[in-house]
């Protein structure tokens, strides 16, 4: 099977920004999707450098067009990379071989009576580089520019679109995968119940030179969207390149709502009237605004998304645009979700998934998956669960559908994270008895981070090649013939790497390490300080004294050792907001022992330093003699309670 996708081809009037490296990176995304599966892909993106949008630019950067979309058009060449968008074909409206593409066109159309001079006048935006209907008119300006479009009366070559209406109104009933989502799709169809007017594809030179002549009148230009489409075809070699058998059929074009009128009413009806089979799908996505509003150069709120990858990592901008918009809708980016997705998805659930797994691996397994004994009913579970998962996960991407798409996966993720609190291997590593039932646990856990480091590839490819590359995967990633449940080896060798994403505060800045040193003395002298005293020898209080005292349910989302600490281990907790503890437990608990685990805080206790960490809050747990000596048991719940829920 081919595949072949495009993005718009962006103007080079503006600079990259979050919006162009959204679909670019979508268009990525489903690329690699599909190349996952095994299809043969073409991806192909560029920039549209005609018109007089680029004419005014240009003029007001003091440059020629030429060197003036020279310098832009490689600005956009050199973003992708950035992002870790890998298209195999860049290209510009003003090379050569677009022109003459164009040209034969033209002429073809021409040629066959589909093109013809008329005179027009209408209501010009210059804005839009279009003529403008009244009924689009809002107070008598362009919707999207709020100007007063201006009267134009000329002569100009018009192009037969209303010939292809019916035509199209059929296609379009009879295709459903043509436009989606189906919102887009209706839009198109009710745009279609009114007569179409055929489409005016000139502009004369008095007014623009900054384009491809008529092949048959040299006193015009080409309209600058009859001359971009067509970027769609030359990049694949159109007519006569084998790419272009290899791939036209397959076509996807991805474009925001902004141009679906092109895309979708100009587009098919141009092809149909060259004899060409129209385009498989458009896929049509929403807008991104940042905090809620138009992003846009006057408020200067424009997101660069080279500052954004250098800020939070390229994987981390991936997931979350593809996990925050719902594709067809529009999205409101600030750097405060960004932080708490980075947070929360990626640090405390995948992160932490992967780096307990694969250090009890390492641990308790000798660095190697282990060979798993007979599964229980919770093993099983977890297995269902990934099968459902890369069911669920491929039926969502086939749709362009990536934020439920990574909703399956993140179900999956927080399974095993449970299952790992649930089957708690540290404990089961203290009886040699158990040591099937330990490789067993761990054999799933490896088996599930194998599946997951293969379904995020397509979306965050520099984690999932970390992620199979600590798994010891050699083979090139394919869902087909890997996207299957007990496939990992026993006696593959595991390599413990760095974690995947590092936690942010809530200003976006990573958390620096502790660096302040623990007094020795001074633990001494608190432990000293606190012996245990004998039931009903402590000091009565009231009830009121008591209702001072707020405790709560809190989750445990990661745990660290404090630096050069023997006694300090410092917990996230979330009750329900996250906040940091600083607990003395490190003698009786390993960090990879409490994620996942409910306990009990003091919430309201005065914050304090602790080795230079603030400290929001205590711990509770029980101190005592046993048979085997001094131990430390934390306090919890007997159930599985929602974070934050208070003790009284
Ligand atoms: N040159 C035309 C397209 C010709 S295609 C044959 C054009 N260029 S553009 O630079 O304005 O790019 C528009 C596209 O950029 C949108 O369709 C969308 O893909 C992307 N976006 C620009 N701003 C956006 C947002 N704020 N949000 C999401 N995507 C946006 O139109």
Known sequence: MSFYITTPIYYVNAQPHLGHAYTSIVADVACRFKRLCGEDVRFQT?????????????????????????RISDLFRQAWPLLDVEPDTFIRTTEPRHISTVQAILQQVYDQGDIYLGSYSGLYCKGCERFLTEKELIDGNCPDHQTPPQMISEQNYFFRMHKYQEWLIEHINNHPEFITPERYRNEVLAFLADPLEDLCISRPTSRLTWGIPL???????????????????????????????????EATHLI?????????????????????????????????????????????????????????????????????????????????????????????????????ALTMLNKFANGRVPEPATPEAGDQELTAAAQRMLADYTAQMERFSFNRALQAVWEVIGLANRYIVVNAPWELAKNPDL??????????????????????????????????AALGITETPNLVSQGRWGLSRPGTLLTLGPPLFPRRDKEGEQKPPATVKENPAAARAKNAAAPTPAAGTVEQITFEDFKKI?????????????????????????????????????????????????VVIVANLKPAKLMGIASQGMVLAAKGKTATGETLVLAGVSGQMPPGSRLS
Request: net charge negative; charged share 25%.
């Open 46 to 70: 560029g920039t549209d450098e005609h018109g007089d949008k680029i004419v005014e630019a240009a003029a007001k950067a003091g440059d020629s067009p030429q060197a003036f979309t020279d």
């Open 435 to 468: 040591a099937p039932r330990l490789a067993t646990v761990l054999y799933h856990l490896a088996e599930t981070l194998r599946l997951l480091s293969l379904v995020l590839q397509p979306i965050m490819p520099a984690t999932a090649a970390k992620m199979s």
């Open 550 to 598: 707020d405790l709560r349910v809190a989750e445990v989302v990661a745990a660290e050792r404090v630096e050069k600490s023997t006694r300090l281990l410092k917990l996230t907790v979330k009750a329900p907001e996250e906040r940091t503890i600083v607990a003395g437990i490190a003698e009786y608990y390993q960090p990879e022992e409490l994620v996942g685990r409910q």
């Open 215 to 249: 092949p048959f009148d040299n006193r015009f230009v080409t309209y600058v969207w009859f001359d971009a489409l067509i970027n769609y075809l030359t990049g694949i070699g159109y007519p006569d390149g084998p790419d272009f058998a290899r791939y036209w059929q």
């Open 256 to 356: 925001a709502k902004d141009i679906l009128k092109p895309h979708a009413i100009y587009w098919p009806t141009i092809l149909k009237a060259m004899g060409l089979t129209p385009f498989h799908c458009l896929h049509v996505h929403g807008y991104w605004n940042v905090n809620e509003t138009k992003m846009s150069k006057s408020i200067g709120n424009v997101v660069r998304p080279g500052e954004l990858v250098k800020e939070y990592g390229v994987d981390a901008v991936r997931y979350f645009l593809l996990r925050e918009m719902s594709f067809g809708l529009d999205a409101s980016f600030s750097t405060e979700s960004l932080v708490a997705r980075q947070n929360s998805d990626l640090a405390n659930d995948l992160g932490n998934l992967f780096s307990r």
